[in-house]
Nanobody, 122 residues
């Protein structure tokens, strides 16, 4: 199983970016998907998560600016980020709780993508 994140980049404050994270491999089902971020010198924090039923939850700092969504057919989670602020600068990681086939059966586990850098300048 692999999670491939993309869409990071550099923007000015007030700008927008859209992150994508596609899961691949012998996946049977995907439960929760989400985005986390880690700024330099800080811990990794939750940004937004979405359940298999599309229930969402956001960090207070991004409510009203970021929108998480998913496309189950594409096994992809998205993060639309609007009104970006310098404080949003971080490496963004996608995370997925999923079930995959392996030798002899199935395995349910949490997987992380490789991270994509978002830089917001003032």
């Amino acid at each position: 199983v692999q999670l491939q994140a993309s869409g990071g980049g550099s923007v000015q404050a007030g700008g927008s970016l859209r992150l994508s994270c596609a899961a691949s491999g012998s996946i049977v089902s995907i439960n929760q998907m989400g985005w986390y971020r880690q700024a330099p010198g800080k811990q990794r924090d939750l940004v937004a998560v979405i359940s298999s039923g599309s229930t969402t939850n956001y960090a207070d700092s991004v409510k009203g600016r970021f929108t998480i969504s998913r496309d189950n057919a594409k096994k992809t989670v998205y993060l639309q980020m609007n009104s970006l602020e310098p404080e949003d600068t971080a490496v963004y990681y996608c995370k997925s709780h999923l079930t995959a086939r392996n030798d002899g059966g199935y395995n349910t586990a949490v997987y992380w993508g490789q991270g994509t850098l978002v830089t917001v300048s003032s």
